[in-house]
């Protein structure tokens, strides 16, 4: 069975969108704010942390439940 491409984009709709997405860089020495920076340390770790408490809530804590109730069932 043969695939059958789309032939050309159609009038009016913008595929390309390299114009768009230009990005500019500041030089590093005008732009580098230690204040800036400590922030966004201190973002990404709470970040993390949120990350490290989703994991235990969610995966640890019920492994954990279900294994000591497997374990305690045999004397209820």
């Known amino acids: ?3 059958n491409w789309p032939a050309q984009a159609t009038p009016g709709h913008d595929d390309d ?8 860089y500041p030089s590093s020495d005008d732009s580098y704010d230690p204040d800036d920076h ?6 990404e ?10 994991v235990l809530s969610v995966i640890i ?3 954990f439940g279900k294994w000591m109730g497997r374990r305690t069932a ?3």
Do not use: K
């Open 1 to 3: 069975m043969p695939i």
């Open 17 to 24: 969108v390299s114009d768009t997405t230009s990005v500019s």
């Open 38 to 43: 400590a922030a966004m340390i201190q973002e």
């Open 45 to 54: 770790w709470e970040e993390s942390l949120r990350q490290i408490e989703t």
């Open 61 to 63: 804590l019920p492994f």
């Open 74 to 76: 045999f004397w209820g």
